[in-house]
């Protein structure tokens, strides 16, 4: 399974950057697909995922602001983040679960900086 990211960058606080997946066709329809992020210094944490349904899930710290989209049809996953904030900063990754009962598989990252 590959996973492509695209989307990161430098950005102002208070500004917007959009994050996309592409997930390899020999992944299709999975069940859950997300993004996480790892500030340096910090654990890998859950920012949002959203699974086959629609049924989505948000950090805390990014409710209101972020919001989680998919293409089922183009096996993407995307992550609209608005009202950055320099707490923000981390490299950010995308995650799929294929199956609830099976692995799940990550990208490669991208890096994503809010400056204040």
């Known amino acids: 399974v590959q996973l492509v990211e695209s989307g990161g960058g430098l950005v102002q606080a208070g500004g917007s950057l959009r994050l996309s997946c592409v997930a390899s066709e020999s992944v299709s329809s999975p069940y859950r697909m997300g993004w996480y992020r790892q500030a340096p210094g910090n654990q890998r944490e859950l920012v949002a995922s959203?699974?086959?349904?629609?049924?989505?899930m948000y950090a805390d710290s990014v409710k209101g602001r972020f919001t989680i989209s998919r293409d089922n049809a183009k096996n993407t996953v995307s992550l609209q983040m608005n009202s950055l904030k320099p707490s923000d900063t981390a490299v950010y990754y995308c995650?799929?679960?294929?199956?609830?009962?099976?692995?799940?598989?990550w990208g490669q990252g991208t890096q994503v900086t809010v400056s204040a």
């Open positions: 995650n799929v679960l294929p199956t609830l009962s099976g692995a799940d598989y």
């Open positions: 959203i699974t086959k349904s629609g049924t989505t």
